[in-house]
């Protein structure tokens, strides 16, 4: 059974950047694509950021231009590089294959507050 580690996350200002970092226990980000999904209190969890094998990415319209996903498969291991954050960022962050999301990991909070 894979798991999934986030880290990186916390409070920070309106218009700050974090680097969120998630390590799989195996080597499954080399055979998936590999997503950043968040989930806000009272909202379903959503895939914000997915690197697909060949390198190639998407994003969802609210973050486009202000986040970026990469991956380093050697090991193990998914980034979540964001800038410009908003308030509306708040979330609980998870990394997961996509689609068909495996068992998921206790997350990273995200706080985006003046």
């Known amino acids: 059974q894979v798991h999934f580690v986030e880290s990186g996350g916390g409070l920070v200002q309106p218009g700050g950047s974090l680097r969120l970092s998630c390590l799989a226990s195996?080597?499954?980000?080399?055979?998936?694509?590999s997503a950043w999904y968040r989930q806000a209190p009272g909202k379903q969890r959503e895939a914000v950021a997915i690197i697909h094998n060949d390198g190639t990415t998407n994003y969802a319209d609210s973050v486009k231009g202000r986040f970026t996903i990469s991956r380093d498969n050697a090991v193990n291991t998914v980034l979540l590089q964001m800038t410009s954050l908003r308030p509306e960022d708040t979330a609980v962050y998870y990394c997961?294959?996509?689609?068909?999301?495996?068992?998921w990991g206790q997350g990273t909070q995200v706080t985006v507050s003046s």
């Open positions: 195996g080597r499954i980000f080399s055979r998936y694509a």
């Open positions: 997961n294959i996509f689609p068909g999301a495996r068992t």
